[in-house]
């Protein structure tokens, strides 16, 4: 009877174990018989392996436990394929082709199903856009003036059409975990108020997961570099490796310190406007202080010279672990804080006509 007893004691601790929330992760690819497929996902700014298996006739399996539901990758090893999905705990099968895996069907996983249901009902907006950008670089090659800045209007709606819906998707999904993921890729132009106030609104759950927390931590260090602070200092080497100060460059009447990099293609399109903006006013007090988020010496020094970028730079070839960005909360570059004569930030991120406006407005028409 003892025996039954430990018997039945030792089934039920062994079921209790095996019963905590775990994920089975089931591949059936087809054209994949020994192929070594990865599971990777994006941590502080690092590619972290959590799992692998080779297939066998298209199959794998793989299995464990993830805290919170969060975007990751599969990818299929020494080749260019790979999917981007929700893995959470629960009983989840990928179905589809090696050649296309990007475009493979995720079923099993709740907060996928939400992923994709927001993708699909932003569809329209994100095809008119595509669409508005092919048009944009058919007028850009023939220099139609007219055709591009009807495009970049329209393509300026078209954005606010897209961030009016994520924002609505955020506030009518607080129990959802892509709200925080939706909610970093917005956090750009929103101030630190209001991303705190979009992640209390949340589930207790979902505000707690890594995305929420560490947004609501970003948010903490925007307040320190908010219009109407003092710019942090900080200290970078410039091209020759000689320490450069931020405190050294104000003075100027406006100084604009300009995130960006060689490997961003947003930056770089933004590179001409940026120089048109300091020929014009740099002789009535606008200068430029670079950072650039590069990770190779020789890659900066060439974006440098090509984009004919006069004013002085500085780097820590950092990447996103550059000493500045943390300091600023700096989530997605181009970015840019504009301040002026005693180093109090009058404005952030602005572009094109904006910037061009502004300092204007500032300085009075370049003559």
């Known amino acids: 009877m003892k025996k039954i007893i430990y018997l039945l004691l030792m089934a039920a601790i062994i079921y209790s174990c095996s019963s905590e929330p775990h994920y089975v992760l089931k591949g059936n690819i087809e054209g994949s018989d020994s192929v070594k497929f990865i599971l990777q996902k994006r941590e502080a700014g690092a590619i972290i392996n959590i799992d692998s298996a ?23 090893l020494n080749s260019m394929q790979r999917l981007a999905f929700y893995l959470e705990n629960s009983n989840i099968t990928i179905t589809g082709k090696l050649d296309s895996l990007y475009n493979a069907t995720v079923t099993g996983s709740r907060t996928q199903d939400e992923y994709q249901s927001f993708i699909d009902s932003n569809k329209s907006l994100s095809e008119r856009y595509s669409a508005l950008y092919t048009q944009y670089q058919e007028a850009r090659q023939s220099n139609n003036t007219v ?64 995305v929420a927390q560490s947004l609501m931590e970003m948010a903490q260090v925007m307040k320190a570099v908010a219009v109407g602070q003092k710019a942090p200092d900080f200290t970078l080497n410039d091209v020759d490796g000689n320490p450069v100060a931020l405190s050294s460059k104000i003075g100027s009447k406006l100084l604009l310190i300009d995130f960006w990099a060689a490997w961003c293609n947003p930056c770089r399109q933004e590179n001409p406007n940026l120089v048109k903006v300091y020929k014009e006013f740099n002789k009535k007090g606008f200068d430029v202080f670079g950072v650039s988020l590069d990770r190779t010496k020789e890659d900066w020094v060439k974006a440098i010279a090509d984009d004919r970028l006069p004013w002085t730079h500085v780097s820590d070839l950092q990447y996103w672990n550059n000493s500045a960005v943390k300091l600023y909360a700096v989530n997605a570059i181009p970015a840019n804080f504009l301040l002026d004569e005693n180093g109090i930030i009058i404005a952030r991120n602005l572009r094109g006509e904006d910037l061009y406006n502004k300092v204007s407005e500032m300085l009075g028409a370049a003559k």
């Not at 080779?54 to 299929?76: E, H, N, W």
Request: hydrophobic share 40%.
């Open 54 to 76: 080779i297939s066998r006739k298209g199959s794998f399996k793989m299995k464990g436990t993830v805290v919170y539901p969060d975007m990751v990758q599969l990818i299929a």
């Open 147 to 210: 055709e591009i800045s009807r495009i970049e209007k329209e393509a300026e709606a078209i954005q606010d059409e897209m961030t009016q819906f994520q924002k609505d998707f955020v506030k009518n999904n607080p129990s959802s975990y892509v709200s925080p993921s939706i909610l970093r890729s917005l956090s750009y132009d929103m101030d630190a108020n209001e991303i705190e106030e979009a992640i209390n609104a949340m589930d207790a759950d979902v505000a707690q997961s890594p």
